[in-house]
């Protein structure tokens, strides 16, 4: 076993618009992980997102992935300490959790001194996390597609076009997943669910090839507009930056608000910084009681070190 062993993951934005619960996209945003052996027990030390408010024992989610990713791995599962330098918002729709799981599941793959498998890490990832869309684009990176065969996961990694970029807008306030899913109605009308099957479909090509069709591509008629109520805000502010002609989503439940595009496809308004991309540059300022990031797209996902001491 490693002296130490060390886990960059990105953090992600599924859905995409009409992709429920398939598309993910693995963003330049990051949460650390240093995970260390030391006898028995458990020592976790947070920084960061979720400081002050996430457990510093078993419960930990990266503990509880680090350890069910030991156990199928079949090792020994030693005591250890955590070290997590967290910089993706917990409860913004930005897959922290989805994060966690990976990089835990991630370490234990370290910790065994094996090579990472990927593929094996979604479908471990989907039986704790429950759906594989985040999951996919934490451990693949890139822009994914998930599903499940039965109740495992499975996801394929596609190139984005190159130079896509994005624009997170993340609200003060928190949204909880579960709330969020508790909105959707159990049945959709077949005119809607025609409409978001050619829309992914479509979205498809405006990621990879046809950028230019990525603000008709993510039409959403499933998930959006019936969350409204749990985040109204963020839904005003993804018509705001449609109306004008900007490719705004709710990123995963929400409550952030993410723009696609890419740097060379949107001019620049007076005012703005000339040093910036011009799609940046294209897109306003973050409202107040909001935090702006200028993201690009993580092409490799969930990233492992393992070090030997001498």
Known sequence: MPDQVRVRVPATSANLGPGFDTFGLALTLYDDLVVTPAGSGVTVEVTGSGEGEVPLDESHLVVRSIRAGLEALGVPVPGFTLRCENRIPHGRGLGSSSAAIVGGLAAA??????????????????????????VAAAALGGFTIAWTEGDVGRAIRLDPVDGLAAVAYVP?????????????????????????????????????????????????????????????????????????????????????????????????????????????????????GWTRYDLGIDPVGVQVWSMESG
Do not use: C, W
């Open 172 to 288: 003060d306030n928190r949204v909880l997943t579960k709330e969020a899913r508790g909105l959707l109605p159990g049945v959709v009308s077949h005119i809607d669910a025609s409409a978001n099957a050619g829309k992914a479909a479509l979205l498809v090509a405006a990621m990879t090839t046809r950028p230019e069709l990525l603000l008709i591509a993510t039409e959403d008629r499933l998930h959006q507009e019936y969350r409204e109520p749990a985040m109204p805000e963020s839904l005003a502010l993804v018509h705001k930056l449609r109306g004008s002609g900007l490719a705004a989503i709710v990123s995963g439940a929400g409550p952030t608000v993410a723009v696609l595009g890419r740097p060379d496809e949107t001019s620049a308004p007076a005012g703005k910084a000339a040093g910036q991309p011009a799609f940046f540059r294209g897109t306003p300022d973050a409202p107040d």
């Open 109 to 134: 793959y370290g910790l065994a001194g094996v090579p990472v498998d990927r593929d094996r890490i979604v479908v471990l990832a989907n039986e704790i996390e429950g759906h594989p869309d985040n």
